[in-house]
């Protein structure tokens, strides 16, 4: 039987800045609103003055998955419709950081969650 090792060097994440999902509900066109990248990478909710995450998510498109499927609910999402349902969408941020590797990083985020609260986020089913 072969052996293979596969070491996975360090991943840098430079989260954004919480902003307000409703903010992100804004269409850029009318010169104000939040612009979220077309770039690969994951991104997190929470309510504003709790540490437990709502959703962790991952993207190959950021400003589709944030803007188009979490927060305005246009492309499906099933945390985002949930979140719409049951949460009160003016007391929600939502970060993103880019990377060309979401799917490792959302497992990491993913692992370093379950270790620190014994469960995924609320809205989270799955790895």
């Not at 959703?55 to 099933?78: D, E, Y």
Request: net charge neutral; proline share 4%; glycine share 4%.
């Amino acid at each position: 039987m072969d052996k293979e090792i596969i070491e996975i060097p360090k991943i840098t994440l430079d989260w954004t800045d919480w902003a307000k999902w409703d903010d992100l509900k804004v269409d850029l066109r009318f010169n104000f609103g939040i612009s979220v990248p077309n770039e690969s990478g994951v991104y997190e909710a929470k309510l504003l003055e709790e540490e437990e995450r709502l959703t962790i998510g991952k993207a190959s498109n950021l400003r589709m998955r944030v803007k188009q499927g979490l927060a305005k609910g246009k492309l499906p999402h099933s945390a985002g419709e949930k979140i719409r349902e049951k949460e009160d969408t003016s007391k929600i941020v939502v970060r993103w950081a880019t990377t060309e590797r979401p799917c490792a990083v959302e497992e990491e985020l993913h692992k370093k969650y379950m270790l620190k609260f014994s469960r995924l986020p609320k809205y989270v089913d799955h790895t």
